[in-house]
């Protein structure tokens, strides 16, 4: 059983006991989280295709704590200006566990 859920704007595949990583939600470890915007079920003998969002369907799961991600370099340059800037950049997830979908 999986379901497809719009999480942030993201869509993601999850499935129970799943951890799963979304862009920072606002929690502590340990707060549960529902996610209402599912827009496909499959329950192994059928999918259930939402037109847009599936109603009454939702995801639950558990924060259980705030990552962050790689170190990305962001590098800019212009040829033959001697301009060259060089940034770092870590984004902020949330690493969540999926109990249940229904």
Known sequence: MYAIVDIAGQQLKVAKDQYVYTPKMEGEAGTAVSFDKVLLLDNGKSVEVGAP??????????????????????????????????????????????ESIG
């Open 53 to 98: 969002i599936l109603k009454g369907v939702k995801v639950s799961g558990k924060i259980l704590e705030q990552v962050k991600g790689d170190k990305l370099i962001v590098f800019k340059k212009k040829r033959r200006k001697g301009y060259a800037k060089k940034n770092g950049h870590r984004q902020q997830y949330t690493k969540v566990q999926i």
